[in-house]
């Protein structure tokens, strides 16, 4: 077996700025603000949801999710992790001793130009900002993508909570036997108010600094888990055992916990948010987990006597199947197909004087693919699109994929900009550098029930009384949706050719593991099973998938070379 490392408790001191680091084996310990990381026993609890959405939910379909279900009883085993969510001032000093904001596959780690980040580099180092309403040092950080939560994490000597850890250590009443609704009980009866899940400062809700609330702490006695940010966690977005869709998306990371800009629906425990790990978000951060690093099933996908492709380039029109509108104000948000050009085209104008436009709307087209796909074969799905607009703060936009012949957008769709859930899956939004065509590629989605649905989220808020005004519009052009049979992971872990995977070849691949974000040698790229630039868990779960035992013939998929699809 792959060895288990076990990670140190940090020490951490009242509201003192982040302390010395100290290097212990290949392990970062860093003295940082607000006491001991939180132990929480091995033992199972009932994660998900088991009870009905509420009688008064208005429309219905939309306060919970079906990704909730089926309510299991999980075995977790022990870890520690931190009482509060990771600080500016901590982030900041994070980035002053990597000295990087990407990793080495180029994956930014926050949005330096998002107005709502709340550090900067000053020219020497970078800090926390302190401006003439707030010092933002002690606000949790946000805008911070995936890979700079779990960058954060691994120089800090432990990793990002699963979604199974994130919810016992928010949820979970060892006492009672209970898992609660929300983190203090099972009554919304925290500091919120009835829509921002944080009460709200003057000028409008924001952030607080973290453990602004100790009357909402959970039964370990963590801090914010639910509002001020959502909080990534690690492993996937997987259907629960026994749901009524299966599927395994490798692409997505879960968020939990809700946020400031959220109801109290959103910010339950058993509430599941997938976004793609570059998503960064003014009400999106994280905390630090410590324990053995989690065995995360690879998706496995084998070869393919036939692999088909899908071409849609809108040059043929079709109404919209549906359009569905959580809010809106002013008249202009509207949803077409352009064939002259071949694009979906959604818009949100404000031209002039005293226009004001705002809304959160998606639209949605059916497509019908024939038999080039069936139910449970896994696709990658690629996405042509270009934005108007990167700053999110005003305007959003999305697309996202699900399957059904009838009405499709709730209950999964929870919003028109990143939030779509089962069984919808989100693929690009408006993230990236706007005004340029980018190609966005969702991978190994499982094909669902029914036609293919395609949605076009759109939110915003575009205002001429803003300061400073916010005049002209915002729109979203998707050239063409591509659809390929996903090619197999192989993992040939036969490196001694005698026919089987055993204790040898473990120890082969022993040798090239280096953790996750860390370049591989060239002499270990066939070690990395899954094409990311390291060797770590994922791929040895792969390894693991492979293991038959000295003299036990090998499952084909790991010993002979496996032709790359064509076509």
């Known amino acids: 077996m792959l060895p288990v490392g076990h990670w140190s408790s940090v020490s ?22 607000f006491g001991q990381s939180i132990s929480v ?44 969510e990771v600080t500016n001032a901590e982030y900041a000093t994070f980035l002053n001793a990597v000295g990087v904001i990407a990793d ?3 994956n930014p780690y926050i949005d330096v130009d998002d107005p709502q980040i709340r550090i900067h580099y000053n020219g020497s180092v970078w800090a926390a900002d302190i401006d003439a309403e707030t010092d933002w040092k002690h606000h949790p950080m946000r805008e911070v993508s995936w890979y700079g939560a779990d960058a954060y994490c691994r120089w800090a000597g432990g990793r990002l909570p699963t979604e199974a850890e994130w919810e016992k250590a928010a949820a979970w009443d060892e006492a009672a036997q209970h898992a609660r609704k929300w983190p203090w009980s099972d009554v919304f009866s925290c500091d919120c108010s009835s829509w921002w899940c944080n009460a709200p400062y003057a000028g409008g809700p924001t952030t607080y600094p973290v453990g602004s609330f100790p009357s909402g702490v959970s ?11 959502w909080e990534w966690t690690m492993g996937g977005y997987r259907s629960y055992p026994g749901a009524s869709l299966v599927f395994e998306d490798d692409s997505h990371e879960v968020q939990r916990g809700g946020s400031w800009t959220n109801s109290d629906y959103n910010v339950r425990c058993a509430t599941r948010s997938p976004l793609p790990r570059y998503i960064t978000d003014a009400n999106l951060g994280f905390r630090v987990c410590y324990g053995p690093e989690p065995s995360i099933p690879p998706v496995v996908i084998h070869p393919r006597q036939q692999y088909s492709e899908w071409f849609e ?45 705002g809304g959160e709307v998606m639209g949605m087209i059916r497509r019908d693919t024939g038999d080039l796909f069936a ?6 799905i690629t996405v042509r699109l270009r934005y108007e607009r990167g700053d999110r703060d005003y305007a959003r936009t999305s697309v996202g994929v699900a399957w059904g012949n009838t009405r499709m957008i709730l209950p999964g769709g929870r919003g028109a900009d990143e939030n779509f859930g089962h069984p919808w899956f989100l693929v690009a939004n408006n993230s990236d550098e706007p005004g340029v065509w980018h190609e966005v590629t969702l991978k190994q989605v499982r094909w ?50 005698d026919g089987d995977v055993d204790g040898e070849d ?57 032709p790359r699809p064509t076509g």
């Open 12 to 33: 951490r001191s009242t509201w003192l700025p982040i302390g010395p680091i100290v290097v212990a084996g290949s392990l970062l310990v860093i003295s940082a603000a």
């Open 41 to 84: 026993p091995a033992g199972g609890f009932w994660m998900g949801r088991s009870e009905p959405e509420p009688p008064d939910c208005s429309p219905p379909g939309t306060c919970y999710y079906d990704d909730e279900l089926p309510a299991q009883w999980v075995e977790v085993p022990a870890f520690q992790i931190d009482p509060h």
């Open 104 to 106: 080495t596959e180029g």
């Open 219 to 229: 039964p370990y006695g963590l801090f914010d888990m639910a509002g001020n940010v």
């Open 313 to 357: 380039d809108f040059t043929t029109y079709t109404p919209m199947a549906e359009i569905y509108t959580w809010w809106v104000y002013g008249t202009g948000t509207t949803f077409y197909i352009d064939r002259t050009n071949g694009w979906v085209v959604a818009a949100l104008r404000n031209n002039a004087e005293p226009t004001e436009v």
């Open 375 to 380: 139910t449970g074969d896994y696709v990658d």
């Open 448 to 497: 669902g029930v029914g036609k293919l649905c395609i949605g076009f989220g759109l939110w915003g808020n575009l205002s001429y009384a803003a300061s400073p005004p916010i005049v002209g519009q915002h729109r979203m052009w998707v050239d063409w949706v591509r659809v390929r049979h996903s090619e197999p992971v192989t993992a040939f872990a036969d490196w001694d050719s």
């Open 506 to 562: 473990v120890s082969a691949f022993e040798s090239c593991a280096a953790g996750p974000g860390v370049q591989t040698t060239d002499n270990c790229t066939d070690r990395d099973f899954d094409g990311d630039q390291d060797v770590d868990q994922v791929d040895f779960a792969y390894m693991q998938r492979c293991i038959s035992g000295p003299g036990i013939p090998a499952d084909p998929l790991c010993v002979p070379a496996v």
